[in-house]
């Protein structure tokens, strides 16, 4: 009688750090991805009285807000353009960063039932989270087309330029995002911190006034936050004017930084999700 053959027993686990590797993983389970996205936009609207109307009240309502109170009332200047026209232009890209950074940061923990049981690059559910978004930052951009409409403003000849500043927005939330949904695992007090965070962002970002109102000594320390960048170059890209020139180089460095080190920081705890989330 042959003795059996020795049982062998092979350990799936993702390799140390950030490498080629990681980007093909990710390819290789692009449907994965893309079946993640639909899911958390379904979610997203499911059981929701008003549905995708969310996207075009909370952008809305926060522009009325603004006007009253920034261009009304503390009569903050917004570089010769209508102040609602203004603000918005700002709120749009703004809306989908917060939106995106918050589902990025808490993303792990929706799919804990996954994780803990099947292998794929985990790196999936936080892009999923930065990539659903969109949809609203459409919508977004639908109502801010006819707003522009309704004053008259025609987008200028550097509109050719949105879609680098949407990938510029893109890239922001999924740098900061993988970070935050890796320390989220291990400390779930990060979703209380992010709110906050995002807050105190705002107001260190031109949203509700021009980037001008900075020192010029003080620029390339502001655009160390990577939605100065975004945000401005979103109005000159629609409005025109002045560009916001090599300081949005700056942003875009900052952004590089971001995902290449979250990225790298992430892979490194991605062996352990499994066992703590």
Not at 205 to 219: D, E, F, I, K
Not at 251 to 269: D, E, H, P, Q, T
């Amino acid at each position: 009688m042959m003795d059996a053959a020795p049982a062998i027993t092979r350990r799936l686990q993702p390799s140390d750090g950030w490498s080629g590797r990681t980007l093909s993983d990710v390819w290789a389970y692009r449907e994965l991805l893309y079946f993640f996205v639909w899911r958390d936009v379904k979610v997203r609207y499911k059981q929701t009285l008003l549905g995708a109307g969310w996207a075009i009240i909370q952008p809305l309502m926060s522009m009325v807000v603004f006007t009253i109170f920034f261009g009304r009332l503390a009569k903050v200047p917004s570089d010769g353009l209508p102040y609602p026209v203004f603000s918005l232009m700002a709120l749009v890209p703004w809306t989908y960063f917060a939106a995106a950074l918050s589902a990025c940061s808490t993303s792990l923990s929706g799919y804990q039932h996954i994780i803990s049981k099947v292998y794929f690059p985990r790196l999936i559910v936080p892009w999923a989270a930065v990539i659903a978004p969109l949809v609203d930052f459409a919508i977004g951009c639908v109502i801010l087309a006819l707003l522009m409409a309704w004053y008259g403003i025609a987008p200028s000849a550097s509109i050719v330029w949105l879609p680098v500043f949407l990938l510029l927005a893109i890239a922001s939330a999924a740098g900061v995002g993988v970070w935050l949904a890796a320390l989220n695992v291990r400390y779930r007090d990060v979703r209380y911190v992010v709110p906050f965070v995002l807050q105190l962002w705002m107001f260190a970002t031109p949203v509700a006034y021009p980037a001008s109102l900075v020192p010029g000594r003080w620029r390339a320390v502001y655009f160390l936050n990577p939605m100065a960048g975004v945000i401005e170059g979103f109005r000159w890209a629609l409005a025109g004017g002045p560009p916001p020139g090599a300081l949005t180089l700056v942003s875009a460095a900052v952004v590089a930084a971001l995902i290449v080190g979250g990225s790298a920081y992430f892979r490194r705890l991605e062996g352990t999700f499994a066992d703590v989330i």
